[in-house]
């Protein structure tokens, strides 16, 4: 008896090559399932207890059902089997997002501690890397060239699916937040995939957009259902083994910068908050008010506000990494086209002045000194209005670093005032006097 090839065996039916059409409507498919979905995972999630409480961090006043990543995952393994071709790779990116969900579903309806949880998000990226391969096994960078991982791939790619599922969970603080931030990344990677020829990562990025787009219609403020850790693991973790399948695990030049760059909103306020963590000694997965989004809110954003600047930031990015990947500045030989590089430049000129800009609403970069000078500049426009004591700014700075609340300026009296967390209300700031103790 002839023996039937190992391709045959392996593959009995032929899979016609995916294309860019069946990121079209696997997208549509994803996005009309959760959207049909999240009322009924609303309703599981009543009868279980699984709740969101209002809480002082929080910016909901009402209790809100917090199980509507349920239908994101229907949505992603529905779309999934009928797209992406079964082998190996799918079943095992389809197995871990099943595991990272429940694992979600059993911290929002029970809570589990830091450490089990850290676990539990280990065992599920492990599935894919090593039963799917799915591992950053040769990389680009500029200037150095490409280079073998060799065994360290299954460690550091573990570690980076592991580290944008906590990402991604720890910007999910607004309603609306995490899921539009996802939306719009995973858009940019499927397009930037299906460009590098990796169609099987493009449509898994389309089907990531459309479940969250789905749930972001129940999401966005004010929101009838949160999606909870269930929710933001499962988009975490999809996001990054898309990050690995579409354009980590390639030659591509730029295969590391663009992904940092899709993802640079989230990433940029983790590393802030956990840096402000690790300053005042907290642990890292203690909770705050340090986010950009929680700043946003001291200072007086509304939530569509916040998220109209987070959104936008975050779009701006992506347009950088999209002309990163399109715009022919160079042949990847060293020739620059001087047309198409000043393109380039722009293009960069803009994003940066972009992101200085929300750096600035954000007042990240409002030190003492510039302090300083602000209350100088208001108070000096009044009639023989005395300058302010440095022991005031100080008091103020101090207070705002320490607590995260940070203050606005009364344009008419030039006093700092900062929001309540606890009423929302604004309170003065005042300096301690020269012999009170500064901790009275």
Not at 4 to 22: E, G, K, Q, T, Y
Not at 34 to 41: F, R
Not at 62 to 73: D, H, N, S, V
Request: some cysteine; glycine content about 8%.
């Amino acid at each position: 008896m002839t023996d039937v090839p190992a391709a045959i065996r392996d593959n009995p039916v032929p899979m016609r090559s995916l294309d860019s059409w069946d990121a079209v409507w696997a997208f549509v498919f994803a996005a009309s399932v959760a959207w049909m979905l999240v009322p009924l995972a609303e309703s599981i999630a009543r009868r279980i207890g699984a709740m969101d409480m209002p809480k002082e961090r929080g910016l909901h006043d009402q209790p809100t059902p917090r199980l509507g990543g349920l239908a994101i995952m229907v949505a992603v393994l529905g779309a999934g089997v009928i797209w992406l071709p079964w082998d190996a790779e799918t079943r095992s990116i389809l197995g871990g997002a099943a595991a990272i969900t429940l694992l979600g579903v059993a911290d929002d309806v029970w809570g589990v501690p830091p450490l089990p949880k850290l676990i539990g998000q280990i065992g599920a990226a492990m599935i894919p890397v090593v039963l799917g391969d799915v591992r950053v096994d040769v990389t680009t960078l500029p200037f150095v060239g490409g280079f073998d991982l060799g065994w360290m791939s299954y460690p550091l790619t573990i570690f980076g699916i592991v580290a944008v599922i906590n990402i991604i969970n720890l910007i999910d603080g607004v309603d609306g937040l995490a899921s539009g931030v996802c939306v719009i990344s995973a858009v940019t990677f499927s397009i930037i995939a299906i460009s590098l020829d990796r169609f099987e990562a493009g449509v898994l990025a389309a089907i990531t957009a459309g479940g969250a787009l789905g749930f972001l219609r129940h999401g966005f403020p004010p929101a009838s259902s949160f999606m909870g850790d269930t929710g933001s693991n499962l988009l975490g973790y999809l996001l990054a083994t898309i990050a690995v399948q579409g354009s980590l695990k390639t030659n591509a030049a730029l295969a590391l910068a663009l992904p940092l760059l899709i993802l640079a909103v989230p990433i940029l306020d983790t590393s802030f908050v956990v840096a402000k963590r690790l300053k005042y000694r907290q642990p890292i997965y203690h909770a705050d008010r340090w986010h950009f989004h929680h700043r946003m809110a001291n200072i007086g954003f509304s939530q569509r506000d916040t998220l109209k600047y987070l959104y936008g930031w975050t779009l701006v990015l992506a347009l950088l990494a999209l002309a990163l990947r399109f715009v022919p500045y160079s042949d990847d030989r060293g020739n620059f086209d001087s047309f198409w590089t000043a393109v380039m430049a722009l293009v960069l000129i803009g994003a940066l002045v972009a992101s200085v800009y929300v750096i600035q609403v954000l007042e990240i970069l409002k030190l003492r000194r510039f302090r300083l000078r602000q209350r100088l500049g208001i108070l000096t426009r009044g009639a023989g209005a005395p300058p302010p004591v440095e022991a005031e700014v100080d008091a103020a700075v101090k207070r705002e670093l320490e607590t995260g609340d940070y203050a606005a300026v009364d344009p008419e009296t030039g006093e700092m005032s900062a929001v309540d967390p606890d009423t929302g209300e604004m309170e003065r700031v005042r300096a301690p006097a020269p012999s009170e103790p500064e901790n009275a």
